[in-house]
T-cell receptor, first 109, second 116 residues
């Protein structure tokens, strides 16, 4: 069975305190790993897609990396506006997306 | 501006009533999806459609129905058979054009349904 596990469930950081969120997966035939940001009461906002181990993508203070078993979302010098729930999803084969439960990030000033 | 709209933002219904949630997109995307989000759980797929007049059940289709008569529209009906309908419902779409590897889904703002 395809599984996606995100850790930690919640993370509290001080402004400027860099950290990483983890998304570990067990799927057969990965055809994409996706990161989304979701603000409370809103729909998820697409951030990144990673397709192969070793791939990296960056956007402002966020950097996503991928290995054969997991992906990390690195947040460098976060600001309060980075506070949100970050969702990870995988595409097993040619199937639809399987989502993790998310990591709730709170950045305090 | 291109995007996905869902209406209404909040919806209240009495138990036993059917209710239809609207989803419209002007991105010219081929595929559309309906997800349900509950606290502490990941997004769960209800139904999806890859072309007009065709749709497939997702992981939790029981108690729901959909139609896809137009490319732009994919309404979801929550029937009285759905045992726990109170949830946050999200519609998404995806382009069917370009690389076969491309699979980014773009989400609407969501509809929060409360059934009492």
């Amino acid at each position: 069975e395809d599984q996606v596990t995100q850790s930690p469930e919640a993370l509290r950081l001080q402004e400027g305190e860099s950290s990483s969120l983890n998304c570990s997966y067990t799927v057969s035939g990965l055809r994409g790993l996706f990161w989304y940001r979701q603000d409370p009461g809103k729909g998820p906002e697409f951030l990144f897609t990673l397709y192969s181990a070793g791939e990296e993508k960056e956007k402002e203070r966020l950097k996503a990396t991928l290995t054969k078993k997991e992906s990390f979302l690195h947040i460098t010098a976060p600001k309060p506006e980075d506070s949100a729930t970050y969702l990870c999803a995988v595409r097993p084969g040619y199937s639809t997306l399987t989502f993790g439960k998310g990591t709730m990030l709170l950045v305090s000033p | 501006d291109g995007g996905i709209t869902q209406s209404p933002k909040y919806l209240f219904r009495k138990e036993g009533q059917n209710v239809t949630l609207s989803c419209e997109q002007n991105l010219n995307h081929d595929a559309m999806y309906w997800y349900r989000q509950d606290p502490g759980q990941g997004l769960r797929l209800i139904y999806y459609s890859q072309i007009v007049n065709d749709f497939q059940k997702g992981d939790i289709a029981e108690g729901y129905s959909v139609s896809r008569e137009k490319k732009e529209s994919f309404p979801l009906t929550v029937t009285s058979a759905q045992k726990n309908p109170t949830a946050f419902y999200l519609c998404a779409s995806r382009s069917g054009q370009g690389s076969a590897l491309t699979y980014e889904q773009y989400f609407g703002p969501g509809t929060r349904l409360t059934v009492t």
